[in-house]
Nanobody
Framework: QVQLVESGGGLVQAGDSLRLSCAAS????????MGWFRRAPGKDREFVAA????????LYIDSVKGRFTISRDNAKNTAYLQMKDLKPEDTAVYYC??????????????????WGQGTQVTVSS
């Protein structure tokens, strides 16, 4: 089992940048495909971005393409979500999640078994 801890959230103004981090416990981080999700007030949780085990394959929701970048450092057991040009509609609690079932290092995550506790991102206009 892996524990995920997000950090890096905060209150920023529209147009600012933030980098979220997701630190994973254990020695098997490189075997997990990773994803970022968010839940805005009054809305369902939505997928934001995903990355394969080796970092070579990524996927984004359309609304963040060109503004957000997902990455990972397997040596540091950490996944990142770099967010630029933030908008008020990006306000949400952001969660990272891990999929331990991706058998190929290029596979994107499909089923998330482990979740972090979330970090709040608030973007003021």
């Amino acid at each position: 089992q892996v524990q995920l801890v997000e950090s890096g959230g905060g209150l920023v103004q529209a147009g600012d940048s933030l980098r979220l981090s997701c630190a994973a416990s254990g020695r098997t981080f490189s075997t997990y495909a990773m994803g970022w999700f968010r839940r805005a007030p009054g809305k369902d949780r939505e997928f934001v971005a995903a990355i394969s085990r080796n970092g070579g394959n990524t996927l984004y929701i359309d609304s963040v393409k060109g503004r957000f970048t997902i990455s990972r450092d397997n040596a540091k057991n950490t996944a990142y979500l770099q967010m630029k040009d933030l908008k008020p509609e990006d306000t949400a609690v952001y969660y990272c999640a891990a999929d331990p079932t991706a058998r190929n290092s290029d596979y994107l995550p499909s089923t998330y078994y482990y979740w972090g506790q979330g970090t709040q991102v608030t973007v003021s206009s």
